[in-house]
C-alpha cells in the first residue's frame, strides 16, 4: 500500500500576492539533469514489478518542494516536469533562430566573383 497521496488535485483558484511565486525554468532544468533517477520497487510488490524515478529525499534536496523528504508530491513532481520542459521549449526556439539566421548568412556569402 502507498502511504500518503497518489493522486492530487489543484483545482482552485489560483493564489495571488506572496504566495505565487515565479519559477526560473532554467534553473529547475538544470537542477532536474543533475537529479538521481533509478529504477526501483516498493517493500510490498513484487520485484518484478518496477518503478522510474527520484528517491523523496533527493527530490526534496534538490528542489524544496513537499511535505517532507519521505514522499514526492504529485503535483510537484508535474510542476518540476512542465517547467523544465517550457525550458527546454525556450532553448529550443532560440537556437532554431540561432541555426536560420546562420544558414541564411551562409547562403549570401556565397563565393567572391
Known amino acids: 500500500m502507498v502511504d500518503g ?3 492530487e488535485g489543484s ?4 493564489p495571488t500576492g506572496p504566495e505565487l511565486l515565479p519559477i526560473d525554468g532554467q534553473e529547475m532544468l538544470e537542477k532536474l539533469a543533475g537529479l538521481p533517477i533509478s529504477a526501483w ?4 510488490d513484487d520485484a518484478s514489478i518496477r518503478h522510474i524515478g527520484p528517491m ?3 527530490f526534496a534536496a534538490t528542489f524544496g518542494f513537499g511535505f517532507d523528504d519521505k514522499t ?3 503535483v510537484d513532481a508535474n510542476g518540476v516536469v512542465m ?5 527546454l521549449y525556450r532553448r529550443v526556439v532560440a537556437l532554431e533562430a540561432e541555426l536560420a539566421a546562420l544558414k541564411s548568412g551562409e547562403a549570401g556569402s556565397g563565393p567572391a566573383a
Do not use: G
Open 11 to 14: 483545482r482552485r483558484e489560483p
Open 41 to 44: 520497487n516498493y517493500t510490498f
Open 56 to 58: 523523496a529525499q533527493d
Open 72 to 74: 514526492i508530491s504529485v
Open 83 to 87: 517547467v523544465a520542459i517550457q525550458a
Open 5 to 7: 497521496p497518489v493522486a
